[in-house]
């Protein structure tokens, strides 16, 4: 059962998308390696708190690219077919997104 997603569905993606992907979220990841040091460095609060809400806003960013894939793909494709879902996926995606 290796080779199974965790996802109800998948997408194939550009390499372009994907490495661009791979590319923001290894930064992400760099980032939380970062915080994590500078609390173990003992770091002045603030300083950590302007390095987490980078990470966060970046985390944001990763999701807005992510969500306008989405939207030019799997929606669009998704309407074109009729596919109700689709729509309502969107909805109860940008709801989570929103909270």
Partial sequence: MEN???C???KERS???YKSLIN???RI??????????LEKDAYCIDVIT??????AALNSFNKELLASHIRTCVVDGI???DDETAEELIATLQKLMR
């Fill in 4 to 6: 199974e997603c965790c």
């Fill in 8 to 10: 109800r569905k998948k």
């Fill in 80 to 82: 074109k077919n009729g």
């Fill in 15 to 17: 390499p372009e998308e």
């Fill in 24 to 26: 923001r979220l290894s």
């Fill in 29 to 38: 990841e760099g980032q939380i390696r970062g915080i994590k040091g500078m």
């Fill in 51 to 56: 390095q987490a809400a980078a990470a966060s």
